[in-house]
């Protein structure tokens, strides 16, 4: 496993979760960096990416409640995810892809499912 996620589980709808996704097999200071979720039933759905020089971007029902960040000791990275709701609820992905693949675009969150490297997911459950 090259991406294993953490930290999920549930939570009351206003509370917050912190995930985590460690890399085994590469070092991710050269990689963007991403998290996607995703309803059974439903299309995945990209969150949010983080590049190497520390650009983000957000889906834009999470904008102001998710922060995406980084620890390149650690090799691991996170979103802080704060006033949850209800339909947040999902499995969440993590993903990785070499930044040299993005010279001259930008890793928008619709372009996540283009990544290489993606963890088995992990849970969610946010109760109203």
């Known amino acids: 496993v090259q991406l294993q996620e953490s930290g999920g589980g549930s939570v009351q709808s206003g509370g917050s979760l912190r995930l985590s996704c460690t890399a085994s097999?590469?070092?991710?200071?050269?990689?963007?960096l991403a998290w996607v979720r995703q309803v059974p039933g439903k299309e995945r759905e990209g969150v949010a990416t983080?590049?190497?020089?520390?650009?983000?971007t957000y889906a834009d029902d999470v904008k102001g409640r998710f922060t995406i960040s980084r620890d390149n000791t650690k090799n691991t990275f996170y979103p802080q995810m704060n006033n949850l709701k209800a339909e947040d609820t999902a499995i969440y992905y993590c993903?990785?892809?070499?930044?040299?693949?993005?010279?001259?675009?930008?890793?928008?969150?619709?372009?996540?499912?283009?990544?290489?490297?993606w963890g088995q997911g992990t849970q969610v459950t946010v109760s109203s």
């Open positions: 983080l590049e190497t020089k520390g650009a983000t």
């Open positions: 097999t590469f070092t991710i200071e050269r990689y963007v």
């Open positions: 993903a990785a892809d070499k930044d040299d693949f993005w010279t001259g675009t930008r890793p928008s969150v619709q372009l996540i499912k283009h990544f290489f490297y």
